[in-house]
């Protein structure tokens, strides 16, 4: 089969649909799609029996209702289509009901108390505009996950919110602006995603890596990412298998994966693919995820998407590329090449920027997560402080027109008619600021922060409610003003917006401490660790946001904030846990065969000449003693502290007792195993080291 023919085969796409679908179904199915119009249950089953025929066609035996809870990874559970006719034979059998909306139970799931509250169970409701698609012979159904009184469990549900909420906004803005022809926009996201690989039987010897996704414990390797040889670097053969077999995998589930490479640490890969409408970028970056664990199996590796499986080597993060798109096709952060256009793009802008500075703490929540923690701040993923990058020229051109100095500085070409045009930006690629969290990259604004593991919903459903808001407030300036006296009413909106809120631009280096120290005198946002940035949910300024647009009703974001707060606790209890574990049962025991090792070598050397003293033997005794009964007692200072933790009532106490106590128990155990790790004889250090692992592959 030849890439085209492979691409989406296992996809019930448009094509398929035109091919199966009688021609009214046809339409009236295109039409819910584009238009989110409600979908009758008799064009239901017609879609239904055709689904199922193809599916059937492709091997499939059975289909699920795929969804998103607050897990952060995807559920499924498969019905098959078999009907027993009553002849001891079955028949394949899928109707409109139950491809509409399915009843999962799925009571497991984390509800944050609102099952409990409305003792309902949650079910499961399809979204046509995330095509279908078949894999491991079941037809995959993308759905939302709602309680039975319609509020969300998942995280499909606020996203589709939230692009309706800035599609209206939108709209409004652009048609003010005369864009009569513009009746709707969706946003669009590129996904860029990072990973490791390693060997699967070196993750098996790792407790560590099973149940907590990174290494706890591990000493430098004598060489580390310093060289930057793996950067962009040849891929070797067994990677670039894998990444063959991925690229296929994810072809026919029509994932448009287009660019693969080494990234900057060993053993450290990324996959970008094209970028699509969020909602199917979202479904899609999930996919690409499970295909990957999935294929990396395969070829006898594992595949790491912690955002920090390696001390002292970068984590992985996911750049959230992200625009938003008319359905005539214009990309409104493109600047034009005529006046109304770089109007249009300034509007739409400065709207960005407003979000960002009024919602930089939603933004700084929504990447946030116990892994994340990790590298946010760590001079290798962006800092905690959410600020813009616009580069150089376009920071320029805003400076202008706050000084009213617009059309003198930039106006490179004047119309016959005296209208003055913006000169047209590329993408500027010697102008890259990687410190940034949000960088203006020519037609798109880049969304650094996210980690690598983390669904791209949560960041996307801030970016479109922000900027939602933004446009509204932009629109109400302009709403009443009359034709004739729109161009200077919009320039004195985007003049008046960029001066209250051009504090959030920054082009300089995020890295560095003066940077901290600056953002802190212009009163941005600094939300160090997650236990600090979780409280931001609640307060007031943002669920007015939230419930004001209809992305989260008040309880909803109250669940939510509690499953966050308890999805942190349980992350760090299980962490730590599992370094009690690998202490007590393999590293303590290791360090003490180590020393009895050394014990009998030294009184040997006794045996041979009463000159040898073991003098190599007694140094190791004694800093290898030193080290085992230092681990025993700060281990047991863990213990206490993780009973500790667990006996504080209040969560969001525990989550500040977690990050404050708890890990800074974990890094002064590790510093000590560390240091024993390295000076052990091979043989009896009790799992992989970072070597084995990062250089073997
Ligand atoms: P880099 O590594 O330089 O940031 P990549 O080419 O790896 O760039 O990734 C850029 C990503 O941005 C791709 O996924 C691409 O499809 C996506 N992208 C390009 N244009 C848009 C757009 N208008 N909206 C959203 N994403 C976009
Ligand atoms: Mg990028």
Known sequence: MTVVENYGSLVFNDRVMKNKLPKDVYKALRKTIDNNTHLDLEIANAVAVAMKEWAVDHGATHYTHW???????????????????????????????????????????????????????????????????????????????????????????????????????????????????????????????????????????????????????????????????????????????????????????????KTKHNEVAPCQHELAPVFDTTNVAVDHNQLTMEVMKKVADKHGFVCLLHEKPFEGINGSGKHNNWSMITNTGVNLLDPGKTPGEN??????????????????????????????????????????????????????????????????????????????????????????????PFAFTGNKFEFRSLGSSLSVSGPNVVLNTAVADALDDIYGKIREVPEEKLEEAIHEVI????????????????????????????????????????????????????????????????????????????????????????????????????????????????????????????????SFTEQHEKLYRLTKTLQADIEKAEETEDELDKAHFYQETILKDMEEIRKVADEAEAAMPKEEIPYPTYADMLFYV
């Open 67 to 257: 969804f998103q809870p607050m897990t952060g990874t995807t559920a499924e559970k498969h019905d098959s289509f078999i009907s027993p006719t009553g002849e001891g034979e079955v028949m394949m059998e899928f109707s409109g009901k139950e491809l509409v909306k399915g009843e999962p139970d799925a009571s497991s799931f984390p509800s944050g108390g609102i099952r409990a509250t409305f003792e309902a169970r949650g079910y499961t409701a399809w979204d046509p505009t995330s095509p279908a698609f078949i894999k491991d012979k079941t037809l995959y159904i993308p759905t939302a996950f709602c309680s039975y009184s319609g509020e969300a469990l998942d995280k499909k549900t606020p996203l589709l919110r939230s692009m309706q909420a800035l599609n209206q906004s939108a709209v409004r803005v652009l048609q003010k602006l005369g864009q009569k022809d513009v009746t709707g926009i969706t946003t669009t996201v590129g996904p860029e995603q990072e990973y490791f690989l390693i060997d699967k039987e070196d993750y098996k010897k790792r407790m560590d890596l099973i149940f907590t996704g990174r290494t706890l414990l591990g000493a430098r390797p004598p060489k580390g990412q310093e060289m930057e040889d793996h950067y962009f670097g040849s891929l070797k053969p067994r990677v670039a298998a894998f990444m063959h077999d991925l690229d296929d995998e994810l072809w026919k589930l029509g994932v448009p994966a």
């Open 495 to 622: 003049k008046e917006t960029i001066i209250r809120h051009k504090r959030v631009i920054f082009n300089g280096n995020g890295y560095t401490d003066e940077w901290v120290a600056e953002a802190e005198k212009r009163g941005l946002y600094n939300y160090r660790s997650t236990p600090d940035v979780l409280p931001v949910f609640l307060e007031k300024k943002n669920m007015d946001l939230f419930t004001g647009y209809g992305v989260f009703t008040e309880n909803e974001i109250r669940s939510r904030y509690e499953i966050l707060v308890e999805e942190y606790n349980k992350t760090l209890h299980i962490e730590a846990g599992t370094l009690v574990e690998m202490i007590n049962h393999q590293f303590l025991p290791a360090l003490a065969k180590t020393i009895r090792g050394c014990v009998e070598l030294a009184n040997q050397k006794k045996l041979l000449s009463e000159k040898l003293v073991g003098e190599a033997e007694l140094a190791a005794i004694a």
């Open 343 to 436: 109007v249009q793009f300034l509007v739409f802008l400065t709207a960005v920027i407003e979000a960002v500075d009024k919602y930089a703490d939603l933004m700084r929540l929504s990447v946030a997560s116990a892994g994340n923690d990790h590298r946010l701040g760590a001079n290798e993923a962006p800092p905690a402080i959410i600020s813009i990058f616009l580069g150089d020229e376009l920071t320029e051109i805003l400076q202008a027109i706050e000084k009213d100095e617009f059309f003198e500085k930039h106006s490179k070409v004047q119309l016959e008619t005296g209208a003055k045009v913006l000169p047209h930006f590329f993408k500027d690629t010697t102008d890259r600021n990687r410190t940034s």
